[in-house]
């Protein structure tokens, strides 16, 4: 496993460091420094996409490259970038699938207004037996 960035703590601010890219990022809350990130990252990537896009047509030009390898450049472009990203949460035990805001609006049922959803669904029982009440179990207040 390769570590690719470090989310640290220190006189009650957060950083994040990526010190491939000599990022840094700092604010008073973690999630602000992340979200900060994320954007960050996200915009370099597609402009480093896209500059390799451009590279590639340029040497089509002098004939160092072909036009495959354009399309195929294009090709995991679109993979990357025109789709929602989506991902798998883990808390404790339980997982979880997340999805950027517009994957949410297109599956709004299935958030029901929620950043994430469980992916097991515990309801899901051999005897139907989620959240039946045992016999011979109290269950009144009284």
């Known amino acids: ?32 420094v992340m979200q900060a990130a994320s954007e960050v990252l996200s915009c370099t990537a597609k402009l480093e996409a896209e ?3 451009e590279e590639l047509t ?12 354009v399309e195929a450049q294009k090709f995991a472009m679109a993979q990357r970038f025109d789709t929602i990203p989506q991902c798998i949460v883990t808390m404790g035990r ?4 997340w999805a950027a805001p517009e994957g949410r609006e297109k599956l709004g049922a299935e958030y029901d207004g929620n950043p994430y959803r469980r992916i097991h669904d515990m309801s899901l029982t051999f005897s139907d037996s989620f959240l039946k009440n045992e016999d011979g179990v ?5």
């Open 1 to 32: 496993m390769t570590e690719v960035g470090q989310l640290t703590e220190a006189d009650g601010r957060y950083e994040f460091r990526i010190p491939e890219m000599g990022l840094i990022v700092r604010g008073d809350h973690p999630e602000w």
């Open 51 to 53: 500059s390799t896009v």
């Open 58 to 69: 340029s040497l089509v030009e002098f004939e160092e490259a072909s036009e495959i390898e």
């Open 94 to 97: 339980m997982d979880y699938k």
């Open 138 to 142: 109290e269950t009144s207040s009284d």
